[in-house]
């Protein structure tokens, strides 16, 4: 039963790496990594009851020293799901051509 209790607080992931929310701000990737990327919520519309971002600013960004990252590169897609992508991709593109 423990066992199975730690692995319910893993967090969520996308694609095997972990999502981080803080705000409107989400961060996906492996803090280890020497990249990662931010996703910034610029714009939000309600649907029923429930909240649906509309506007999302994508960074991938340096992450090799905390406080000091260097955006290197950035855009903005229409809802969540395809700002997810785009950054996976990148994130997938820049870790493979270290």
Do not use: C
């Not at 701000?25 to 990327?37: A, H, R, S, T």
């Not at 649907?47 to 960004?61: A, D, G, K, P």
Request: hydrophobic share 35%; no cysteine.
């Amino acid at each position: 039963m423990a066992a199975k209790k730690q692995e319910n607080q893993q967090g969520l992931t996308y694609k095997g790496k972990p999502l981080l929310r803080r705000g409107n701000l989400i961060y996906y990737g492996n803090p280890d990594d020497k990249y990662i990327v931010m996703l910034t919520v610029q714009e939000s519309t309600t649907i029923l009851t429930l909240e649906v971002s509309s506007s999302v600013l994508v960074h991938l960004q340096t992450n090799d020293v905390p406080g000091r990252e260097r955006v290197i590169k950035k855009a903005e897609r229409d809802g969540l799901y395809s700002a997810l992508d785009l950054g996976e991709f990148w994130l997938e593109e820049a870790l493979t051509s270290q």
